[in-house]
């Protein structure tokens, strides 16, 4: 193998992990976007609950 060949291996090698990742980011960082966006409104709109202490014995 000459020393083209190995750069257009190494040329594929790099453009198929780059592929292959792209849609993961784009995947899991919607995702994390939905979560956050819906963990922030959820949290502002739920009441807090107050703790009532009874003496029962």
Known sequence: MTVSDVTILGKKILVGIIVTL?????IFGG???TRKLLSDNATTKQP?????ITNKL
């Open 22 to 26: 792209v849609p993961f980011i784009i």
């Open 31 to 33: 995702l994390w976007l």
């Open 48 to 52: 807090t609950a107050k703790q009532i």
